[in-house]
């Protein structure tokens, strides 16, 4: 990079005792890991607050179980908090694909009715809406969102697909493939206004989003907090509002069943519930080392700087621009367009991912969206401003380099 470059650079965030940020975490450092959107990354101190609770389980197995759900319920007063919602609205689930998962097996029948998702829906999610769709004998209407579509236009894209046979609307707060926010705070307005339930995809929103449900009306919302937020894996919310929560059931059937919402969730059997017990140490490392106004502001600023880093060495290669309007964009994360003949479905996204793990070393995130191959940059506190320029430099040739390869 040039001296101009590199002077933009955000600075590393170091911890309390001068180390780099990466020395909390257990990460390889032969690898480059600039995919924290996809699967988090939990720092030592939550990790060892997990293995002390697995140690504590396993040596007084019938102490545990029985005490376990009066433990949880105090879990999720701590992690409601974090969100910003009552305790009281809050379950815990083991990620949001489950939350949502919850949803769809819970609902009434509703016969002949539609289900109205967007084509920048996770696609699980997406896939869970057409298993219910069927099961109700009815349909999934897809609203097409431009890659651009700015608040306005977006809005007006989701709700043209919804009517009077509209029995469910599921959203994306901030989109996985295409990394950018939904305006799902005037869909949910609207939704509510019509009588039609919502259901919010926010998988990515805890601890990218300081507020995720400020100013948000919806029936049902799922989020992540192995991702952003950095909790042991397995630990999602599910968060229920309205008259529909109380049809709400764990996937597992198990002595809570009895129970109100959200409290049958505490009680699932013997399953290894450590992980939502460890999630207040990892919030806890973030907000005391650094803040988490403070991590989130780093984590804009870099992932900034490796938009236009990696995006100034892609054009240099194809001779096109490679940054990307996403309309309304979200901190932490950024898009780059890669060169034509890379990541052009997701199953060729996929074996990407897999190809530049294995041979150049970095764990990194490629999506397709409307046929069209995207790396998406993710930057969390432990990343450097030297990772993406080292993927700049290193990677995007070898980039280049297949896309001719796969073009001819």
């Given at each position: 990079m040039s001296e101009t470059d590199v002077s933009t650079a955000p600075r590393p965030l170091l911890l309390s005792d001068g180390r780099p940020a990466a020395q909390a975490w257990s990460l390889d450092p032969a690898l480059r890991h600039l995919n924290h959107g996809s699967f988090g990354a939990v720092p030592l101190v939550a990790q060892e607050r997990q293995n002390e609770l697995r140690a504590e389980m396993e040596r007084a197995p019938v102490v545990w179980f029985?005490?376990?759900?009066?433990?949880?319920?105090?879990?999720?007063?701590?992690?409601?908090?974090?969100?910003?919602?009552?305790?009281?609205?809050?379950?815990?689930?083991?990620?949001?694909?489950?939350g949502v998962s919850v949803v769809y097996a819970s609902l009434e029948r509703r016969a002949g009715g539609e289900i109205v998702v967007t084509d920048h829906g996770y696609g699980a999610v997406t896939m869970g809406a057409e298993r219910l769709a069927r099961r109700w004998g009815g349909r999934v209407r897809t609203a097409h969102v431009p890659l651009d579509?700015?608040?306005?236009?977006?809005?007006?894209?989701?709700?043209?697909?919804?009517?009077?046979?509209?029995?469910?609307?599921?959203?994306?707060?901030?989109?996985?493939?295409?990394?950018?926010?939904?305006?799902?705070?005037?869909?949910?307005?609207?939704?509510?206004?019509?009588?039609?339930?919502?259901?919010?995809d926010g998988a990515h929103a805890p601890g990218l989003l300081a507020a995720p449900l400020d100013g948000l009306t919806c029936d049902f919302w799922a989020g992540n907090l192995h991702k952003w937020a950095c909790a042991p894996r397995g630990t999602a919310g599910l968060v229920a509002r309205g008259p529909l929560r109380d049809g709400l059931h764990p996937l597992i059937d198990s002595w809570g069943a009895p129970d109100p919402y959200p409290d049958r969730f505490d009680q699932q059997g013997t399953v290894d519930a450590t992980n939502y017990l460890a999630t207040q140490t990892a919030l806890d490392f973030v907000d005391r080392t650094w803040g988490w106004d403070a991590a989130r502001r780093h984590m804009d600023e870099l992932a900034g700087y490796a938009e236009r880093v990696?995006?100034?060495?892609?054009?240099?290669?194809?001779?096109?621009?490679?940054?990307?309007?996403?309309?309304?964009?979200?901190?932490?994360?950024?898009?780059?367009?890669?060169?034509?003949?890379?990541?052009?479905?997701?199953?060729?996204?996929?074996?990407?991912r897999d190809r530049v793990a294995a041979e150049l070393g970095v764990e990194a995130a490629f999506t397709a969206f409307d046929g069209i191959g995207y790396v998406r940059l993710s930057a969390h506190v432990y990343n450097t401003a030297e990772d993406y320029e080292y993927f700049a430099e290193r990677c995007v040739p070898v980039l280049g380099a297949w896309a001719r390869a796969a073009r001819t």
């Open positions: 029985p005490e376990l759900p009066g433990r949880l319920a105090a879990a999720r007063t701590d992690l409601a908090a974090f969100l910003g919602v009552d305790a009281g609205d809050l379950a815990l689930v083991p990620n949001a694909s489950a579509a700015g608040e306005q236009q977006a809005y007006e894209a989701v709700m043209a697909e919804v009517g009077d046979a509209t029995d469910l609307l599921v959203v994306d707060q901030i989109t996985s493939a295409t990394a950018r926010r939904l305006p799902v705070e005037l869909i949910g307005a609207e939704a509510a206004r019509r009588g039609v339930p919502l259901l919010v990696v995006g100034a060495a892609v054009a240099e290669l194809t001779g096109e621009d490679a940054l990307v309007d996403v309309g309304m964009p979200v901190p932490g994360m950024r898009l780059v367009r890669l060169p034509d003949g890379l990541a052009d479905s997701r199953t060729a996204a996929d074996a990407l």
